[in-house]
């Protein structure tokens, strides 16, 4: 277990270049799998979670050469190309591995077990098994599959319509990846629009996708063709740690480059903007179907504001680095509709709360978010990681601004979505 020590910064500047992004990095390998041909993969997120994703597709026979770089040739079979692995797939810390796996799996001729870390096997699972049941596919699992470790039988599935209760990208493209093997059109409804990396990408390898207000449909049985190069952009929820950084600490003014700037995640730009940040986005382009841009960040005295609604599943990774920010913010931020917080890496409105309070910061929990009273300065103390990458990165980012030192404790963590944080954040924070 190592430690994080974080020592007040005095600005924060110059050029930053991160990671790719986790969410198209999963969708990117799992899609170069069941196209026809190779795909090269350009900016993958050499993170645990990633790789994990990758460690499982060439267990089903799919050579994948680079892994453990960023740039891997995925040498894909086609629809009906994956054979039943020998062992039980273990998607390590990764709801969305895991999720967007079943879905394939569903559709695949053959058996197979998904399990992960103590955490994934917490997480809920009945929002994909339940779907997936009602299209043929036979799951097993703990308490009632509810829970993992899964087990799937999976084969020649019935489409159907589905009315999500919750807006989870990873729902959504669990089914929309199941719908590829049903005999017609599976459409999933959500009650707010969730990331839209899998709509883009199926479209990027040649796919025809139906959009409609929040309905996505998907034909069965179409065929994916290998694009040319796939080129990641970096994630902006890893960008969200730096803008946050440089919005609090005085004198900061950063460009990070080359940012995915999907509208479907960028509710953490909206809510800074709203909060009085000053944000730009230079040299807007697209990439492998997503736009993209390079983020400009300088230092500006934020104010409290109500995040809600829609705003939060645009923003749903981003909300413990917004309460960062809100800590650091005059007045109080209200953060609601955000239950969903509950059930990732880590209860996260319990665990910021936490972690907040020991820094001193006025924090009331909500049964779906939190109230922040923000100050002028947080005081050091010692945090947990909570076996959570980004409660990790956002105390260590809370650090930054506060008065002496803060140590961050078992950050390993941050391996699993953002690796080279550290030597990125010293580099930004103290050069
Ligand atoms: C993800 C979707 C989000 C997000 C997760 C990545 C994805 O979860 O929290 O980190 O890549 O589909 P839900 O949309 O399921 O809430």
Redesign the pocket.
Known sequence: MSDLVIKPSRGLGGEITLPGD??IS?RAVLFSAIAEGDTAINGFLNGEDTRNTAKAVQAMGIAVEGLGTERLVVRGKGLDGLTEPSDVLDLGNS??GM?LMAGLLAGQRFFSVLSGDQYLRKRPMARIVEPLRRMGAIIDGRSQAKLAPLSIRGGALKPIEYDSP??????K?ALLLAGLYASGATSVQEPSK??D?TERLFRFFGLDVKEEGTTVTVRGRQRLRSPGPLDIPADLSSAAFFIVAASIVPASDVIIKNVGVNPTRTGVIDVLLQMGADITLDNQREQAGEPVADIRVRFRKLKGVRINGSLI?RA??EIPILAVAASYASGKTVIKDAA?LRV?ESDRISTMAAELRKMGVNVSELPDGMEIMGRDMLDGAVCESNGDHRIAMSMAVAGLAASGDTVIRDIGWIDTSFPGFERILRQAAYS
């Open positions: 986790k969410s999963h709801g969305t999720r919750v807006a989870s990208a990873q729902v493209s969730s990331r990396h599943p749903i990774d969903e990732k």
